[in-house]
């Protein structure tokens, strides 16, 4: 089932690619938006059948490699769960919104449908060479999406710097895992084996310097300070629905990472390295949260917001590693904290950059200064705008504010400096959305020169359909976060169960 | 004394056909001698079906004094030279067909297949440059194969550098003889570590010497770019591939069976040896505007990774399993590149390929999956020969190796994707496209189609692969 769930993109794809006659656009998008609609009702299906206080489910294994310890075993806990959803959900979203594409929309679809099984299929994953196969093909997919479709030269600049630079990174994990890889007896990739075994306990600089490769490989990803740098020009130069894939599901791989490897996998070595963590997590969500202040592009402010929200959540997962002055409980609601987090922004910011999509079709300049008094001509499109970003900086009865407050509350205990210092961040993102919605949103109307047509429609019905209900779940995550928190919970209880041994 | 002679059909295959198909090529009018060719083809199947049986009776055994070894390694590169010999059939298909000499190149082709088989089996110093020499002269004349400036001058070069380090060798041999009063690696093995430690030193450094100049490893890899650009592209494809597995079973074979582990400090300096050439080919590689030339560079580096496995022959468990599974790993995605060129002859320069995705989506596909392949993208092969041997590397005790090739990997992917890049550009004209990319024939393309799908395929089932190359190695 889950590796349905998983492939049925991906066979979707190779479909739509070895159709041997040539497929209108419109079918090609028909066809993607019925995959992603189809495979968001099957992870629904995993949903309503999951367990959340079963542990690993849907579990299957088969041999790939035996011997090399590589085996293709996938499962889903309240770990990953929420994530699995949301990746269906996102990718559905942009599936609608590109409905609104001309340029080579068969490859862009299929490109996006490799995309999805790939992202599922990290998230599934429960070997870590498995885990990455899906992380380095991820790179692979976001580079052709970078390059093909984004703003020219500059596109595919960035697109190379994005793909070098995650390059690195993943390449650090790799040697990471050959160092779990090593350290086991016998020999295996396999993430529950290991994290039963815990390999390396009283490993002492050897464990260091797997967390280490570790660390820098899913940091590179996430991205935290001072691995940020290839984030920005990726996200401005891609196309919107590629940012809000990047920022909505493929961020995540990082965060995830620490939650699903490099915690339980690592338990001692995380407690005594866990104040580098933190104050990873501290720096990167204040610094992003200033640079985007400074920014006069939207796109890029978006990006830095990205900082400054994983951040937070390397704070948390960084805060549950700390046993002195906490409880079980406070470790356990800084990890639900962080996975509600990384939901909440895929959330949130896919539905911000996909409104700068927007943004650039009518104006042709993402310039924040370019605009003025755009609520006249498209209300709905300010409305949605405006919504996205109270969500974003984190307003009550949205998802963000929960994911926030457990976070916070969650580490306090452990640093409460650093803490301290990383709640500024939400008064400073809370400073740059206000000013950037006052600047293109009030006063007299103005559009920049280069607009196509003169005027600025308000939302179509496709790209409304595509953010709405994505600002809407953040509402009612925000509103009713039950369901939601009942299902991580018991996993990152367990997950703290596993650092704190 | 082992005569068991049925232990060497493949090889006697491919000697077999070679001769008979001279003999034939002489007398057959020109529009027939494809004959030689699928005479070929058959001798590599036919070689296949003998190792295939091989592996599957136990038939590991050391024949003729020990002086050539049946197993393990030998049972792995004879499945990957032979496969790659078919696929060079293919590539090589549409330039030669009808060509003056035909038979002759299929012939030397043969050959030096044989040659490089030979190497890898070699159990003895003297076998082992019997299979240098076999695998070496074919080869020189392969590269001025055209009779054009550029490929006489790319075979002088081979040549001269080759009758060179050919010699080096032979002087290694000799001290090697003298040192252990023997040829043999058992022999070796036993009287090495009572020899005087320069002797073995410097007898160890010159064998090694004609073993790196046929891998095209730093420092001996000066002549690959200058050949792979000068001859044509199917010979390049034939001299960065087939002669590679060879040497390096080779080069294994030798540190594994006949040096003790304790008289020369043999590990360090493949180590060296190995950094120094992914470095060198990675660098040189960069800024290259030639098609053939940038695989060539890429192929040293390749090289380089290869070498780590040499350099933690007897520290790990896991190098022969390494070595083994991303020899025939490597051949396949880089014989899958080579493909492609061959069967783009006008192209030259990357930015020649501008538009090729529009043009014939195919082979850019199977670009996409040779470049990203050799960089070690899962799930191709070449990702898990990477993994192995970076394991290996690790385990036995060279982690720096493996971050300088963790970092080697990644600086690797910016000149691959300098081609990969415009092949996904708008291709702008409509006259020069259907000058520059103008088909060869569809055997090249076939074959690329193949390589492609072949190293995918052996990533996806290395889990069926890899026990092949477990086994021990006989002395």
Known sequence: MLTLVVFLPLAVCAGLLLWPRPVSDRVCTGVWIAAAAVDLALAAALWAGFDPDGGLQYEQRADWIPTAGVGYHVGVDGLSLPLLALTCVLFLAVAVYSLRETRRVRAYACLFLFLETVCLGLFSALDLILFFVYFDLSIVGMYFVIAGWGHGERGRAAALKFFLYTFIGSLALLLGFIGLYLAASPHTFDITELAAADPLAGRGAYAALVLLALGVGLAVKTPAVPFHTWLPPAHTEAPAAGSAILAGVLLKMGTYGFVRIAMPLLPGVWREYALAFIVVGAVSAVYGALVALGQTDVKRMIAYTSVNHMGYVVLAVGAAGVLSGTDDQARTLAVTGAVTQMVSHGLITGALFLLTGVLYERGRTYAVEAYSGLAGPAPRFAAAVAVAAFASLGIPGFSGFIAEFQIFTGSLAAQATATALAVTGILLTAALFLRALRQMFLGALRLPPGSPDGRFGDLAVPETTAVAPLLGLALVIGVLPRPLLDVIEPASRAVAGLVAR | ?475
């Open chain 2, 1 to 475: 004394m082992n005569r068991n002679l049925t232990a060497l059909l493949p090889e006697i295959c491919l000697v077999g056909a070679a001769v008979t198909g001279l003999l034939a090529g002489s007398w057959l009018p020109r529009h027939r001698q494809w004959s030689v060719a699928v005479l070929a083809a058959a001798a590599a199947l036919a070689g296949l079906a003998a190792t295939a049986h091989t592996l599957a009776a136990d038939g590991e055994q050391t024949v003729f004094s020990a002086a050539f070894a049946v197993d393990a390694a030998t049972g792995a590169a004879r499945l990957a030279v032979l496969i790659t010999l078919l696929l060079l059939l293919a590539v090589s298909a549409p330039g030669v067909r009808g060509h003056r000499r035909e038979s002759e190149y299929w012939v030397l082709l043969m050959l030096s297949a044989a040659g490089t088989l030979a190497l890898a089996g070699a159990n003895d110093l003297l076998m082992l440059f019997a299979g240098y020499l076999l695998a070496s002269v074919p080869a020189y004349a392969l590269a001025g194969f055209a009779k054009d400036a550029r490929g006489v001058e790319a075979a002088l070069k081979y040549y001269l550098l080759g009758a060179l380090f050919g010699v080096v060798m032979l002087g290694g041999v000799a001290l090697m003889y003298g040192a252990g009063r023997g040829t043999g690696y058992r022999q070796l093995h036993t009287a090495l570590p009572a020899a005087p430690y320069g002797v073995v030193a410097v007898g160890l450094v010159a064998v090694l010497a004609g073993l790196l100049f046929k891998s095209g490893a730093a420092p001996a890899h000066f002549w690959m770019p200058d050949v792979a650009d000068g001859a044509a592209a199917p010979v390049a494809a034939f001299v960065t591939t087939l002669p590679k597995i060879g040497a390096l079973i080779a080069v294994y074979r030798l540190l594994h069976q006949a040096m003790p582990a304790d008289t020369v400090d043999w590990p360090l300096l493949l180590a060296v040896l190995a950094a120094a050439s992914m470095t060198l080919g990675n660098l040189a590689a960069f800024f290259q505007t030639s098609a053939t030339r940038l695989l060539a560079y890429s192929a040293v580096s390749q090289a380089g990774y290869l070498l780590m496995a040499a350099a933690v022959a007897t520290r790990s468990e896991l190098a022969q399993q390494g070595l083994l599974f991303y020899l025939p790993a490597y051949a396949l995605t880089n014989l899958g590149a080579f493909a492609v060129v061959a069967e783009l002859p006008h192209a030259r320069r990357l930015e020649d390929y501008r538009g090729l995705a529009r043009r014939r989506p195919a082979l850019a596909a199977v670009l996409v999956v040779c470049l990203l392949g050799l960089v070690g993208t899962p799930p191709t092969a070449v990702f898990i020969g990477k993994l192995e041997v970076f394991s290996a590397a690790v385990d036995g005790g060279y982690t720096w190796l493996a971050v300088l090739a963790a970092v080697n990997t990644v600086a690797s992917l910016f000149y691959y994707l300098r081609w990969l890049a415009p092949c996904f550009r708008p291709a702008g004209d409509e006259d020069r496209l259907r000058t520059v990319l103008a088909p060869s024939g569809t055997w090249a393309a076939a074959a690329a189609c193949a390589a492609a799908t072949g190293s995918l395929v052996l990533g996806l089932a290395a889990g069926a692969a890899l026990p092949l190359a477990d086994g021990p190695l006989l002395r």
